[in-house]
């Protein structure tokens, strides 16, 4: 489903993603973790091609990003994003944040886009929130908003970007439940998240990353017990132990 | 009664509602109004283009934007009124040049200078709102699939729209107040037909305070319209300027 085949990224002289070899199957749930500024964000909005490579070749759904007729708006369309700040429309309420994608890109009737976003609505546990504006609603629903605006395009792959780390702690669960529901249906994600717990019992693999590299590539079993590398153990010892 | 200093003017308010004068001063209201819309609306329509162009990563569209800006705003309007007048028209086509001299080419100079030069002041307005919009909402557009022109149009440039009309109430504001400097061209704006009463009547005060009291009604029109479109439109739930109701 999404192929890296050995890419470099630079940001000006800094090398964020070095020599970078990834395949990522349908279905899979792969948790991507590691240290502030080790690129892992930059690692999956090179997948929607929100940030650009300068080597090597990334091929979602059988499409090479370098492609010189790729249409990347339509690839797009297939890659569902959900953000840390969320990032809804602010003038635009829950429900037409969710419509405005289908009925633009999918040229979807309005009416059918409607029937969509309230069915994902109440599958994300807000159905009576469909006319709040996003100032209005909680970070808690305000992220479930922002994943069922996502999923409204019905999208084959969703990349999420730290989507709890900017939530009070009491609401944390309400979307990793949404997200954990997601997974079960066959959803394709890759989820940077610092959420062992999540990582643990919904992830089928976990990527670790330390200065622009993949370190450790691995089962969620054997990447808590048997970590290969002595930075991974560094880093779990931190996190696991708050 | 004024006999201070030796002068003894005396008011005369009614030369103000005898016609021609008050036909006058009515064709005057009438045409300032019209050169105040026509060219608010090219003005606003420039400001958006090119302010949005201002603010993308394409480097053409930014250093052609950067050129109308710069180039349009720091010329004072009066040289660009004459420009329009005086010069522009000379290197138009014929068929063109004949269009305008047809339909008034004062007023239609009027327009061009203001709506292009007040369009480079909007514009830097318009740019200064969109880049308060935090960039991650345009990656929200373009990764649901969206092209960049649809995320400006639907998503950055109506919020930025709302961030601004504090400052754009007061460029049109400025716009319709300098709509008096066509005078200079000979457009019949209400100032002109002021100075028109004054040169017919010798009453000077009467002429001008009319003129003044107009153009501060409109101000305070336009000021509270304005207002109401804030309000109207203000998004739900974050802090409405100047109300300091909701926190
Ligand atoms: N647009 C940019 N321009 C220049 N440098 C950037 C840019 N974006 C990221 N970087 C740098 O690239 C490196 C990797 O950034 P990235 O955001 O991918 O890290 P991250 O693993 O997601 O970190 P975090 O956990 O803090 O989100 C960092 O050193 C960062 O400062
Ligand atoms: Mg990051």
């Keep these: 489903m999404i192929e890296f085949r050995g890419v470099n990224k630079w940001f000006g002289s800094l090398h964020v993603l070095k020599d970078i070899n990834l395949a990522i199957k349908q279905r899979e749930v792969v948790v991507v973790c590691g240290p502030s500024g080790s690129g892992k964000s930059t690692l999956i909005r090179c997948i929607n091609r929100l940030e650009r490579i300068q080597n090597g070749e990334i091929i979602v759904d059988g499409i090479s990003l370098s492609g010189k007729k790729t249409d990347i708006t339509k690839l797009r369309a297939e890659v569902g994003m959900v953000f840390q700040q969320f990032n809804l429309y602010p003038h635009k309420t829950a429900l037409e944040n969710i419509i405005l994608a289908p009925i633009w890109v999918r040229k979807q009737s309005r009416a059918k886009a409607l029937k969509i976003g309230k069915d994902l609505m109440a599958k994300v546990g807000i159905p009576d929130k469909l006319d709040s504006y996003p100032a209005q609603l909680s970070g808690g629903q305000q992220q479930r908003v922002a994943i069922a605006r996502a999923l409204a395009m019905q999208p ?76 991974t153990r560094f880093f779990l010892s931190k996190i696991l132990t708050h | 009664m004024f006999g201070l200093f030796g002068l003894s003017y005396e008011f005369r308010w009614s030369v ?26 090219i003005a606003v329509l420039l400001g958006i283009i090119f302010g949005a162009m201002r603010t993308v990563s394409f480097r053409p569209a930014h250093a052609i934007a ?106 049109s504001l400025n716009l319709l107040k300098n709509t008096s400097l066509a005078m200079t061209i000979g457009v019949a704006e209400l100032t002109f037909a002021a100075r028109q009463i004054e040169t017919y009547t010798a009453k000077a005060v009467e002429a001008l305070t009319a003129a003044a009291l107009i153009y501060l009604v409109l101000c305070l029109t336009i000021s509270m319209i304005m207002n109401k479109i804030e309000r109207k439109y203000a998004i739900p739930g974050l802090i409405a300027r100047g109300t300091g109701a909701e926190h």
Excluded at chain 1, 163 to 172: F, G, K, Q
Excluded at chain 1, 204 to 221: A, N, W, Y
Aim: proline content about 6%.
């Design chain 1, 156 to 231: 084959k792959i969703m990349l999420f970007d730290e989507p709890t780390s900017a939530l009070d702690p009491e609401m944390i669960n309400e979307v990793l439940d949404v997200m954990t529901n997601l997974a079960r249906e066959g959803m394709t994600m890759i989820v940077i998240t610092h959420e062992m717990g999540f990582a643990h019992r919904v992830s089928t693999r976990i990527i670790f990353m330390d200065e622009g590299q993949i370190l450790e590539d691995e089962s969620p079993e054997l990447f808590f017990t048997q970590p290969k590398n002595e930075r």
């Design chain 2, 16 to 41: 103000l509602w005898v016609d021609p004068h008050l036909t006058w001063l009515l064709n005057g209201l009438s045409t300032t109004l019209r050169l105040a819309a026509i060219s608010w609306i």
């Design chain 2, 66 to 171: 950067t050129v109308y800006v710069e180039f349009f705003r720091n010329v004072p309007l009066l040289v660009w009124l004459f420009f329009w007048y005086f010069g522009a028209p000379e290197v138009f086509p014929e068929f063109l040049k004949q269009w305008f001299i047809r339909h008034g080419i004062e007023f239609w100079s009027g327009v061009a200078a203001i709506s292009i030069y007040h369009g480079s002041r909007l514009a830097e307005v318009i740019r200064s709102g969109i880049q308060a919009i935090p960039k991650t909402q345009l990656e929200a557009g373009l990764s649901s699939g969206l092209s960049v022109i649809e995320t400006y149009r639907l998503i950055l440039i109506p919020v930025a729209l709302r961030l601004i009309v504090p400052p754009a109430t007061n460029e």
